[in-house]
């Protein structure tokens, strides 16, 4: 059995009822996005798109019964997403590798085009809701990929090209690096001081202790929620930093000599750090 080189499709951030506040909030972060989209499941979207892979803002109805996934966790940094390009062969990799997942489950959600309106297709497999309180863990395979990474959507006043890595904080952080090892083979996951780290293409996934959390991003950092895991950080490319600084228009902003940090307490409950 060959295991998949896991390759980040894009991370989620949940802003759960409020995705007009966050469309204006992310707008000054210095993000373009794009228009809002409303998925045939429910829920609706806003994208930041950068070179291969992208941020979503995910939200649903106020009330909705079809998206308690949404509504049900809390604010914040919310899904890791990997790419796949045959959704079938991916299921069957994954459970003959012993990983709880769904059956690929199909959706869309129309694009309005200069050319007329399309449906942006996809297929996700998804782990299970209870595998970690930290958020949601799936693959996406793309059918329409032209309808997503558009040049008009990928240049960002704040510089921002890619994730350059995600940090997850976990009491035990080798119970998530064994799940990665079993879907992903041992040579995918390595130790770091307080952790492991998953590589995933250009992007690494580290799963660290809260202590290593705060040395990190210190009073910057996201707060657990009562969670023994939450998904807590987003390291993101850009082109410039002063170009990043100019463009991100917040409070509580910290400039260091190689980054820039935007506490989670203004972007809705994810620390972003800018570095060139």
Not at 44 to 51: D, Q, T
Not at 127 to 141: I, M, Q, S, V
């Amino acid at each position: 059995m060959i295991l998949p080189v896991p390759t980040l499709d894009h991370v989620v951030i949940n802003v759960r009822d409020r995705v007009d506040e966050a469309q204006a909030l992310y707008a000054r972060l210095g993000f373009t996005l794009t228009p809002r989209g409303f998925h045939t499941l429910g829920s609706m979207n806003h994208l930041a798109i950068f070179g291969s892979e992208y941020l979503e803002l995910i939200a649903a109805p106020t009330g909705s019964v079809t998206r308690g996934d949404i509504l049900g966790w809390p604010e914040g940094l919310n899904g890791l997403v990997w790419g796949t390009e045959d959704s079938q062969a991916l299921h069957a990799t994954m459970v003959a590798a012993g990983v709880d997942v769904s059956e690929p489950g199909e959706f869309s959600r129309p694009v309005a085009l200069p050319s007329g309106p399309r449906d942006a297709v996809f297929r996700t497999v998804r782990l299970p809701k209870e595998t970690t309180p930290a958020g949601r863990l799936y693959f996406c395979h793309h059918l329409t990929r032209d309808l997503v990474w558009r040049e008009e959507w990928r240049h960002h006043p704040n510089g921002a090209i890619g994730v350059a890595g995600m940090v997850i904080a976990a009491a035990a952080p080798s119970r998530l690096g064994a799940l990665f090892r079993r879907m992903f083979g041992d040579d995918a996951v390595s130790h770091i001081e307080g952790g492991v780290r998953l590589a995933v293409g250009l992007t690494s996934v580290d799963i660290v202790e809260p202590a290593i959390l705060q040395r990190r991003f210190g009073a910057a950092s996201a707060i657990s929620s009562g969670r023994d895991e939450f998904m807590a950080a987003l390291v993101l490319r850009t082109r410039d930093l002063g170009r990043a600084a100019a463009a991100i228009q917040v409070d509580g902003v910290i400039r260091e000599p190689a980054r820039l940090v935007v506490p989670a307490s203004a972007t809705m409950g994810v620390t972003l750090a800018f570095e060139a």
